[in-house]
């Protein structure tokens, strides 16, 4: 009898297998077919190399998130696609300066009257200070709103105009315009039901410390923070203005945005081309693997994707099979690859030793070879094509010899005769020996010339692969030496403060190198505040001239985006990241 059950218990199993593969064979067969007809309509799928954070523009960190972010909470004005040029979308009009002082300008805009939230209630200027005041919030952990945030001098509203907004700025801020409308809007009923942040003043959470609170009031800033920051704030319960809403995500898998019926924007969207929501459905499906990627280009089950190593670029769009199948763009987006120094490790925080490593890379070879010409090579943090780029500093070429001597002549030797520089530094033998910190093929490929480089002359380079977010975790905790890493910026006028200001030089802080002077600082602030447009090039002149012969960071190149999109979809390819915008791609005629 066992083993009359066990047989039929085989054959079952072997049916119920067959039965599945017969079914996943079918439901491909029909989705071929009918690629659109589950989704009623037009589904653009895009790959994504990596999953996101967050969908929680204040809280987020990845930039995934910040592309996907926008289409569901919409900012007021943005980088158009095709001039670059700030466009009004949720406002009528980009803000316009209506006042200037000894300490500040005022920028005033009007919301437009169609504008509306999902259930019908009007957008108007209490959600934008709700939107400020939450970022500023002393207990939101990301602090990279808040130094962007911080220059607004006050918010004006007023009762019998809810739709006109009032934004006093410190006086000549070269962002104003856009603190004042480019950043994603929050429906304050939906993220603020209690209205906690409402009893606040802009201006005393810019300044007040924790001991200025009392502790009531920190006791309600901290319970307003930790319901904001929580996973279902930032995975599901996720509200906008924007033409699409989060229909799903699988973690790891597949994020999903569905596009709103009697959506508001549609009236405008003929004149406005960047409220266009072409697109019935988006699919972002998570794809790390490369070989994986390609195949479903080829096979037409994505649409698109970004980050495709040089090598398979160029190979894919040299070859003639794919040329009926597939297209191919290379925009030179706003961003740059750099070896990130923790300059308050001791045996980084030497000049002598970041100019050395700097002296080990042969970039040139590595566009040529690696990058195969798609990517420029770099003096600093600023973008080749701005017109305050440095041009005068020379990239620094690989030379062994050169970097050698730098090291002796800062005293450092082998001592012990194990083949690692040392020195004694306190009292304490420090030897040049590093961890470096890799997540992409590009920053896995840099380490191991590095290594090679730096094995000749008495350097010990231990690359160690980790996924981005764990890395991102290291960088804002400190716990790190040296990471490759991508800085990825905004069209906007750069603003260092972020990054290279002694104010966010702490765990935590966005200056995570930790490098910054009492001359730097001051630079950033004539580049901040300066009305005089030749002062502020001469100022980005000599900060990048100081970071050029301090290296903090080792700059690298600005690779060139490498975008390949099925011809079964129609997109302008443009340089801002991450060098299309979904809502516009459309099917091909």
């Given at each position: ?6 047989c039929l218990r085989y054959w079952f199993s072997k049916f119920n297998f067959i039965l599945i593969v017969f079914s996943l064979i079918f439901s491909l067969f029909y989705s071929s ?553 459309r099917l091909a005629k």
């Amino acid at each position: 009898m066992n083993k009359l059950t066990d047989c039929l218990r085989y054959w079952f199993s072997k049916f119920n297998f067959i039965l599945i593969v017969f079914s996943l064979i079918f439901s491909l067969f029909y989705s071929s077919c009918n690629p659109d007809k589950k989704d009623s309509g037009f589904t653009l799928r895009i790959r994504l190399k990596e999953d996101v954070d967050c969908l929680h523009p204040i809280v987020s960190q990845s930039s995934s998130a910040t592309q996907i972010e926008p289409l569901i909470m919409l900012p007021m004005i943005e980088y158009s696609m095709d001039k670059i040029e700030l466009t009004p979308l949720l406002v009528l009009d980009i803000p316009r300066v209506t006042e200037t002082n000894d300490t500040m300008t005022t920028f005033e805009s009007d919301i437009r009257p169609e504008a509306v939230w999902d259930d019908g209630s009007p957008i108007t200027a209490s959600d934008y200070a709700f939107t400020v005041k939450a970022a500023l919030n002393p207990f939101i952990k990301n602090p990279t709103w808040k130094g962007f945030l911080k220059n607004i001098v006050a918010i004006k509203l007023n009762p019998s105009q809810p739709k006109h907004l009032i934004i006093q700025i410190k006086k000549n801020y070269i962002l104003g315009a856009e603190i004042a409308g480019n950043i994603n809007l929050y429906p304050e009923a939906v993220y603020d039901p209690e209205k906690i942040m409402n009893k606040y003043q802009v201006a005393d959470l810019i300044t007040k410390d924790s001991s200025s609170w009392s502790p009531q009031e920190l006791m309600e800033l901290q319970k307003f923070a930790d319901a904001f920051q929580t996973a279902e704030m930032c995975k599901s319960k996720i509200a906008g203005s924007g033409p699409y809403r989060l229909e799903s995500w699988d973690a790891s898998s597949k994020i999903v945005l569905q596009k709103k019926s009697n959506w508001w924007g549609t009236k405008i969207a003929e004149s406005i081309s960047m409220l266009q929501s072409y697109p019935d459905r988006i699919e972002y499906l998570i794809m790390p693997d490369e070989t994986a990627t390609i195949l479903a280009l080829k096979e037409g089950s994505i649409d698109l994707a970004t980050e495709i190593s040089p090598k398979q670029f160029n190979a894919l769009q040299t070859d003639n099979t794919n040329q009926n199948k597939l297209q191919f763009f290379t925009p030179g987006v706003f961003q740059y690859t750099y070896l990130e120094l923790n300059t308050s490790k001791t045996s980084l925080s030497e000049p002598a030793i970041r100019n050395a490593l700097a002296r080990l890379i042969d970039i040139p070879g590595f566009i040529k070879n690696i990058m195969h010409g798609l990517a420029d090579p770099i003096v600093g943090p600023i973008h080749p094509s701005r017109i305050y780029y440095n041009q005068r500093l020379k990239p620094i070429s690989l030379n062994s010899d050169s970097a050698k001597a730098i090291l002796q002549n800062a005293g450092w030797s082998d001592s012990n005769k194990d083949g690692i520089l040392d020195k004694k530094i306190n009292n304490k033998l420090i030897t040049l020996s590093f961890k470096l910190l890799v997540s992409s093929e590009t920053g896995k490929k840099l380490a191991l010339l590095l290594q090679e480089e730096a094995k000749k002359i008495g350097i010990e380079i231990k690359p160690e692969t980790k996924e981005f977010a764990l890395i991102l975790k290291d960088l804002n905790e400190r716990n790190f030496e040296i990471a490759a890493l991508t800085g990825k910026q905004s069209p906007s006028l750069f603003d260092p403060y972020q990054s290279w200001h002694s104010s966010n030089a702490k765990p935590g802080g966005s200056n995570r190198c930790g490098f910054a002077t009492s001359e730097t600082d001051s630079l950033i602030q004539i580049i901040r505040t300066t009305k005089n447009e030749e002062e502020r090039k001469l100022a980005y002149l000599k900060f990048q001239e100081i970071l050029y012969i301090q290296q903090p960071q080792i700059f690298l190149f600005s690779p060139k985006e490498r975008l390949i999109a099925t011809k079964r979809i129609q997109l302008e390819a443009s340089s801002r990241r991450p060098g299309y915008l979904e809502n516009t791609i459309r099917l091909a005629k």
